[in-house]
């Protein structure tokens, strides 16, 4: 699995619709300081599911949403869709592309997609669980969450460990299943 593209609008800076391809092979983001090359990677920790808005750069959730500029009004929503090429099958659905995506209003309203169907969070979550690319994987790291993961407690080091391993799909279902 990787991502072919990230699709943006009404995201921090990104106040108009832009699509941004990527190749399977490493892709770098260049430019000035403030041109928004962390809130790329802050728009996909996003779709995967962050819940934080510190961990987001910001204090509340609709900070993520475009608030203005000199030249251009505030907008009222937020929506990034991440495409992921599957032809590998590494995610469990039977889609050799699966669009994922996530809006939020400002009213507090927010959705959830898989390739355009309405779902559930924990749909996005399970999805990602052991493939090394959820939200709570070594597969973004912000700055300072290096440290932050090194000086965790055992419990959260070992949740690491266990999402690199592919078990913590079990435990994760174990514990959906004690809720019910
Ligand atoms: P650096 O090289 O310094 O790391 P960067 O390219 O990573 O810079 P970002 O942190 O992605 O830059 O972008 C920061 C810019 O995003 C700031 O100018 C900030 O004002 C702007 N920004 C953040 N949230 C919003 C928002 N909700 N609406 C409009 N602009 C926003
Ligand atoms: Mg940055």
Redesign the pocket.
């Known amino acids: 699995m990787y991502l072919k593209g990230v699709e943006i609008q009404g995201f921090?800076?990104f106040v108009d619709r832009v699509r941004l391809e990527f190749g399977p092979g490493v892709t770098a983001i260049v430019?000035p300081?403030?041109?928004?090359?962390?809130?790329i990677a802050d728009a996909i920790l996003w779709v995967l599911g962050e819940q934080s808005a510190r961990t987001l750069r910001g204090a509340r959730m609709d900070?993520?949403?475009?608030?203005g500029?000199e030249k251009r009004r505030p907008v009222g929503m937020a929506e990034v869709t991440l495409h992921l090429d599957n032809s590998d099958g590494s995610l469990p659905l039977e889609f050799e592309e699966i669009a994922v995506t996530r809006r939020f209003f400002r009213s507090g309203e927010g959705e959830y997609y898989i390739n355009k169907v309405p779902c559930r969070l924990r749909d996005i979550q399970e999805l990602f669980l052991d493939t090394g690319s959820g939200r709570g994987s070594l597969a973004i790291v912000g700055q300072g969450r290096l440290e932050e993961i090194l000086s965790a407690r055992p419990e959260e080091r070992r949740a690491v460990l266990e999402e690199a391993a592919g078990i913590a799909r079990y435990r994760w279902r174990k514990k959906e299943a004690e809720q019910r």
């Open positions: 921090k800076t430019g300081n403030g041109s928004g090359k962390s809130n900070d993520v949403i475009f608030a500029s």
